[in-house]
C-alpha cells in the first residue's frame, strides 16, 4: 500500500499534478522605486542643510522666544478659542442633525438654510461681519417682543474681538458638525429605535440613549479631524487683533523685526499642540474599539449561555 504524495512533497506520479512547494521565489524587482526613494532621500537632505545651515533661521533667537510669555499667554488663548468653539459648534451641530431629521418641515427647512449660509460664508467674512455689527445694531436689546425693554448693552460691548472670533469659528463648526451627526444617526440601524420604543423609550429617551451614543461612536473620526482643523482656523483671529498665537508672534517681530524666528516658533507650537491632538484622537478610537469588542464579546456569551441545549435524556 502506498501513501499518496502531499502537494508539498514534489511532484505527484500517474497524471497528478505539479506542485510549487519546492520552487524558489523571485521578488519582482521595482527600479523605479529605488530611484524614487533616492530623490526623497536627497530632497529631505538639502531640507535638512537648509534648516541646520542657514543662518537667517537664527535657531538661538527661536529658542529665546519659545517660552516666552506673550507667546505663552497666545498659545492659552488659542486653545480656549478651539476648545470653545468646539464645543459651541458641537451642541448646535447635535440640534440642527435632530432638526434635518425631523418630521416636521419647516424644522428641516430651517436647519437646511442653516447649513447653506454657514458652510457657503467662510469664517473669516463672518468673524469680521460679527466684529462690525455695531454698525448694524448699536444697542442688543432683551424684552418682550414688540413690547417693552426690559434690559440693553452696548453692541461693542458685548461684541468683543474674542466673542466674534467664537461666533465665526462655533457656527461654521455647527455646519459641518450636524452633516457629520446627521450621517452617524443614520447610520444606527432603525430595528434599535423600534425596540426601544416597544420597551416603553419616548423618543427623546430612544435619542439621548440609545441613537446618540451610537451615532458619536461613529463620528469620532472626524470630529477629531475638525477639531485639529478648528486648532488652526484660530490663527483667522489675528485679523481682529485678536492675542492668539500668531499674532502674538506678529507683535513681537513687529517689534524686533524677527520675522523668521518668530514665525518658526508659532509653526513648531501649532505641530506640538496639533500631535498632541492626533496622539488623543488614536487613543480615543482605540478605547473606543476595545469597548466595543469587549461588549460584544459579553453580548455573545449572554447569547450562548441562554441557548437552549438537545441532548438526550
Do not use: C
Request: net charge positive; charged share 15%; hydrophobic share 55%.
Amino acid at each position: 500500500m502506498t501513501n499518496a504524495g502531499s502537494p508539498a512533497q514534489g511532484t505527484a506520479h500517474g497524471g497528478g499534478f505539479r506542485s510549487a512547494g519546492g520552487a524558489r521565489r523571485v521578488p519582482l524587482r521595482h527600479p523605479w522605486w529605488w530611484a524614487g526613494g533616492a530623490v526623497l532621500v536627497l530632497l529631505i537632505a538639502l531640507f535638512a542643510r537648509l534648516l541646520v545651515t542657514n543662518e537667517n533661521m537664527r535657531w538661538s533667537v527661536v529658542l529665546e522666544y519659545l517660552f516666552d510669555r506673550e507667546i505663552l499667554g497666545g498659545l492659552v488663548t488659542t486653545l480656549e478659542l478651539t476648545v470653545l468653539a468646539m464645543v459651541l459648534g458641537l451642541a448646535l451641530g447635535v440640534v440642527l442633525a435632530v432638526m434635518r431629521l425631523s418630521a416636521n418641515p419647516l424644522f428641516r427647512s430651517v436647519s437646511w438654510l442653516w447649513l447653506w449660509f454657514f458652510r457657503g460664508v467662510p469664517p473669516l467674512v463672518q468673524m469680521v461681519f460679527w466684529f462690525n455689527l455695531a454698525t448694524l445694531i448699536p444697542v442688543i436689546e432683551l424684552g418682550v417682543p414688540f413690547g417693552p425693554t426690559l434690559a440693553s448693552w452696548d453692541t461693542n460691548t458685548v461684541v468683543s474681538s474674542f466673542s466674534a472670533a467664537i461666533l465665526g469659528l462655533a457656527l461654521t463648526e455647527s455646519a459641518y458638525a450636524a452633516e457629520m451627526i446627521r450621517a452617524g444617526i443614520q447610520a444606527v440601524p432603525k430595528g434599535q429605535t423600534e425596540a426601544a420604543l416597544v420597551v416603553g423609550m419616548s423618543r427623546f429617551q430612544v435619542l439621548r440613549r440609545v441613537v446618540l451614543p451610537q451615532a458619536l461612536r461613529i463620528v469620532v473620526p472626524p470630529i477629531g479631524n475638525d477639531l485639529i482643523s478648528m486648532l488652526k482656523f484660530t490663527s483667522l483671529v489675528s485679523v481682529l487683533a485678536t492675542p492668539d498665537l500668531l499674532y502674538s508672534a506678529q507683535m513681537i517681530y513687529s517689534r524686533n523685526y524677527r520675522t523668521i524666528p518668530l514665525l518658526l516658533v508659532a509653526t513648531i507650537w501649532y505641530l506640538v499642540l496639533t500631535t498632541l491632538l492626533t496622539v488623543a484622537q488614536q487613543q480615543v478610537e482605540r478605547r473606543m474599539k476595545l469597548t466595543r469588542a469587549a461588549a460584544g464579546a459579553a453580548g455573545d456569551g449572554r447569547r450562548l449561555r441562554f441557548l437552549p441545549s438537545f441532548g438526550k435524556a
